[in-house]
C-alpha cells in the first residue's frame, strides 16, 4: 500500500515538472510549422487561397479615454483600442494532432495584419498603427489583433456657443492600399465599458458606421468613421469666469450711484473695464483662432465692454453738463426744462419749481416823487440844492446797479441749479438704459445654459 501511495506521489510530481514544458515545446513547434508553411504564401500577400478572393475585416473600437480636445489646435486626443479580426487561410491547424491547442499567440510581425491608417492623423508620423500587441489566432484560421494606441486626429470645432457647446468629433480608419475589392471592412462595435471620464468634456454618443468612397479611377476604398459626440462641463466656466463677469456687471450698474461729479466713479468704471478686457484675454487663449465663428462669452464680454464704455462717456457727459457755464452751453434752456418738466417726474425724480424771480425795483430819480421831493428842498433850502441832488442820484444809480447784480447772480445760481438737475435725469436715463441692457443680457445669457451642464 505505501509502495503505491509513492509511485503515485512520485508520477503527479513527473507530470508536474514536465507537462508546462510539453506544452510549451508543443506550442513551439505548432508555431514553427504554422510560420515554415506561412512563409511559403508569403507573408506580405494577403492571406487567401484564392487570390480573386476578398479579406472581410471586421473592425471594432473599444474607447478608453479621451485624452484632450484642444480648442487652440482643433485636434483630439484619444486612447483607443482597436479590435480587428480576419479569416486567415494558411494559419489553420488540427488540435488533435498539436496536443489539443485551439488558440495561439503569434508576434505581429511574422504573421500578415491589415494596413489600417488613420486617415485624419495629426501627428508627426503617417498615421499607420504601431505594432505592439500580438496576432491571437484559432484552429479554423480565425485571426484576432486588439491594437491599443493614443491618436491624434483633426477636429473641426464649432465654437460660436462655448462655452455651452457641443462638439462632434471623427477618425477615420482605412485601408491606405487596398481597395474594397481586396479588402472589406465591416464596423463592429463600440464598446465604452472601460471608459474612463474626461474632466472637461463628457462622452455623450459614440457610434460607429462604413463609408465607400472613390479617389479617382474605378476602385472603391472603404473606411470606418468613429464619430464622438463631446458635451464641454461648464463648471470650470461658471465659477471662473461666468461669475466674476456678472459681478462687474452689477459693479458696473452699481457706478452709477457714485457723484457724477465726483472723481472716484471715473477711476471705477475705468477699472472695470480693464478687468473685462483681461478676461477677455484669458478666454481668447482658449479658444482656436478663427474667424468664421465668435464664441458666444466672447460676444457677451464685448457687450459687457461696450456697456462699461457706455457707462465712462455718460459719466463724462454729466460732469461736463453740471457746469452749464459759457462760453459754451450744451444744453439750451429749452431742453433743460423738458426734461426737468416732462422726464423727470416720469423718472420718480418729482416736478422741478419754477425759478424764484427776484423782483427788486428802485425808483428813477426823475420820476414825480424826486421831482417833488427837490422842489421842496430848493424852497427850504437854496444853499444845499446842488448837493443834495447828486447826492440822491449817485445812491439811486448804485442801488440800481445792485439790483442788476443781485438779479443776474440770481439767474446764474438758478441756471446752475437747472443744469445739475437736468444733468441728474441724464444720468438717470443712461442708468436705466445700462441696467435694462446688462440684465436682458444675463437672461439671454444664463438661458443658453444647457439643463445637465
Given at each position: 500500500?505505501?509502495?503505491?501511495?509513492?509511485?503515485?506521489?512520485?508520477?503527479?510530481?513527473?507530470?508536474?515538472?514536465?507537462?508546462?514544458?510539453?506544452?510549451?515545446?508543443?506550442?513551439?513547434?505548432?508555431?514553427?510549422?504554422?510560420?515554415?508553411?506561412?512563409?511559403?504564401?508569403?507573408?506580405?500577400?494577403?492571406?487567401?487561397?484564392?487570390?480573386?478572393?476578398?479579406?472581410?475585416?471586421?473592425?471594432?473600437?473599444?474607447?478608453?479615454?479621451?485624452?484632450?480636445?484642444?480648442?487652440?489646435?482643433?485636434?483630439?486626443?484619444?486612447?483607443?483600442?482597436?479590435?480587428?479580426?480576419?479569416?486567415?487561410?494558411?494559419?489553420?491547424?488540427?488540435?488533435?494532432?498539436?496536443?489539443?491547442?485551439?488558440?495561439?499567440?503569434?508576434?505581429?510581425?511574422?504573421?500578415?495584419?491589415?494596413?489600417?491608417?488613420?486617415?485624419?492623423?495629426?501627428?508627426?508620423?503617417?498615421?499607420?498603427?504601431?505594432?505592439?500587441?500580438?496576432?491571437?489566432?484559432?484552429?479554423?484560421?480565425?485571426?484576432?489583433?486588439?491594437?491599443?494606441?493614443?491618436?491624434?486626429?483633426?477636429?473641426?470645432?464649432?465654437?460660436?456657443?462655448?462655452?455651452?457647446?457641443?462638439?462632434?468629433?471623427?477618425?477615420?480608419?482605412?485601408?491606405?492600399?487596398?481597395?474594397?475589392?481586396?479588402?472589406?471592412?465591416?464596423?463592429?462595435?463600440?464598446?465604452?465599458?472601460?471608459?474612463?471620464?474626461?474632466?472637461?468634456?463628457?462622452?455623450?454618443?459614440?457610434?460607429?458606421?462604413?463609408?465607400?468612397?472613390?479617389?479617382?479611377?474605378?476602385?472603391?476604398?472603404?473606411?470606418?468613421?468613429?464619430?464622438?459626440?463631446?458635451?464641454?462641463?461648464?463648471?470650470?466656466?461658471?465659477?471662473?469666469?461666468?461669475?466674476?463677469?456678472?459681478?462687474?456687471?452689477?459693479?458696473?450698474?452699481?457706478?452709477?450711484?457714485?457723484?457724477?461729479?465726483?472723481?472716484?466713479?471715473?477711476?471705477?468704471?475705468?477699472?472695470?473695464?480693464?478687468?473685462?478686457?483681461?478676461f477677455q484675454e484669458?478666454?481668447?487663449?482658449?479658444?482656436?483662432?478663427?474667424?468664421?465663428?465668435?464664441?458666444?462669452?466672447?460676444?457677451f464680454f464685448a457687450?459687457?465692454?461696450?456697456?462699461?464704455?457706455?457707462?465712462?462717456?455718460?459719466?463724462?457727459?454729466?460732469?461736463?453738463?453740471?457746469?452749464?457755464?459759457?462760453?459754451?452751453?450744451?444744453?439750451?434752456?429749452?431742453?433743460?426744462?423738458?426734461?426737468?418738466?416732462?422726464?423727470?417726474?416720469?423718472?420718480?425724480?418729482?416736478?422741478?419749481?419754477?425759478?424764484?424771480?427776484?423782483?427788486?425795483?428802485?425808483?428813477?430819480?426823475?420820476?414825480?416823487?424826486?421831482?417833488?421831493?427837490?422842489?421842496?428842498?430848493?424852497?427850504?433850502?437854496?444853499?444845499?440844492?446842488?448837493?443834495?441832488?447828486?447826492?440822491?442820484?449817485?445812491?439811486?444809480?448804485?442801488?440800481?446797479?445792485?439790483?442788476?447784480?443781485?438779479?443776474?447772480?440770481?439767474?446764474?445760481?438758478?441756471?446752475?441749479?437747472?443744469?445739475?438737475?437736468?444733468?441728474?435725469?441724464?444720468?438717470?436715463?443712461?442708468?436705466?438704459i445700462v441696467a435694462?441692457?446688462?440684465?436682458?443680457?444675463?437672461?439671454?445669457?444664463?438661458?443658453?445654459?444647457?439643463?445637465?451642464?
Amino acid at each position: 500500500m505505501m509502495r503505491t501511495l509513492r509511485t503515485a506521489t512520485l508520477t503527479l510530481l513527473i507530470v508536474r515538472d514536465f507537462l508546462p514544458a510539453f506544452c510549451q515545446s508543443t506550442r513551439m513547434s505548432l508555431q514553427d510549422a504554422l510560420l515554415t508553411n506561412y512563409s511559403t504564401f508569403g507573408a506580405g500577400a494577403l492571406p487567401v487561397a484564392d487570390p480573386s478572393a476578398a479579406i472581410n475585416l471586421l473592425f471594432g473600437v473599444a474607447i478608453h479615454q479621451i485624452l484632450e480636445l484642444r480648442g487652440s489646435e482643433q485636434t483630439l486626443v484619444t486612447r483607443l483600442w482597436l479590435r480587428m479580426s480576419w479569416h486567415d487561410d494558411f494559419l489553420q491547424w488540427n488540435p488533435a494532432n498539436h496536443g489539443g491547442i485551439e488558440t495561439l499567440a503569434l508576434p505581429v510581425k511574422n504573421v500578415w495584419t491589415p494596413d489600417i491608417f488613420l486617415y485624419n492623423n495629426v501627428h508627426g508620423e503617417a498615421g499607420g498603427l504601431k505594432k505592439v500587441a500580438d496576432v491571437v489566432l484559432d484552429s479554423d484560421g480565425n485571426a484576432t489583433w486588439l491594437q491599443p494606441g493614443i491618436f491624434r486626429s483633426a477636429c473641426s470645432m464649432d465654437i460660436s456657443l462655448f462655452p455651452f457647446d457641443e462638439q462632434t468629433c471623427e477618425l477615420h480608419f482605412g485601408s491606405w492600399v487596398h481597395p474594397t475589392s481586396r479588402i472589406d471592412i465591416t464596423p463592429g462595435e463600440i464598446d465604452t465599458s472601460e471608459y474612463q471620464e474626461n474632466e472637461q468634456f463628457l462622452l455623450a454618443k459614440s457610434e460607429i458606421h462604413r463609408e465607400v468612397r472613390s479617389y479617382g479611377g474605378n476602385a472603391t476604398y472603404a473606411k470606418v468613421k468613429v464619430r464622438l459626440q463631446l458635451k464641454r462641463r461648464c463648471n470650470y466656466y461658471k465659477f471662473n469666469m461666468i461669475q466674476p463677469w456678472v459681478i462687474l456687471m452689477v459693479l458696473n450698474i452699481a457706478a452709477f450711484y457714485i457723484p457724477a461729479d465726483c472723481g472716484e466713479r471715473l477711476g471705477f468704471t475705468i477699472t472695470i473695464l480693464l478687468s473685462l478686457v483681461l478676461f477677455q484675454e484669458v478666454v481668447a487663449q482658449q479658444l482656436p483662432h478663427t474667424s468664421t465663428t465668435t464664441p458666444l462669452l466672447s460676444r457677451f464680454f464685448a457687450m459687457t465692454t461696450g456697456l462699461v464704455s457706455l457707462t465712462i462717456l455718460a459719466t463724462i457727459l454729466v460732469t461736463r453738463l453740471s457746469y452749464c457755464t459759457l462760453p459754451s452751453r450744451l444744453l439750451s434752456p429749452r431742453i433743460r426744462r423738458a426734461l426737468l418738466d416732462k422726464v423727470a417726474p416720469r423718472l420718480g425724480m418729482g416736478v422741478s419749481k419754477p425759478r424764484k424771480k427776484l423782483c427788486v425795483s428802485f425808483s428813477d430819480p426823475r420820476n414825480e416823487t424826486f421831482i417833488k421831493h427837490d422842489a421842496l428842498i430848493s424852497r427850504s433850502n437854496s444853499v444845499c440844492e446842488v448837493t443834495t441832488d447828486h447826492l440822491v442820484k449817485d445812491i439811486a444809480k448804485f442801488c440800481r446797479g445792485f439790483t442788476l447784480y443781485l438779479k443776474a447772480k440770481h439767474d446764474a445760481e438758478d441756471e446752475l441749479e437747472e443744469c445739475k438737475m437736468a444733468a441728474l435725469v441724464l444720468d438717470r436715463i443712461f442708468l436705466i438704459i445700462v441696467a435694462t441692457l446688462s440684465a436682458a443680457q444675463c437672461f439671454y445669457f444664463l438661458a443658453m445654459e444647457p439643463d445637465n451642464c
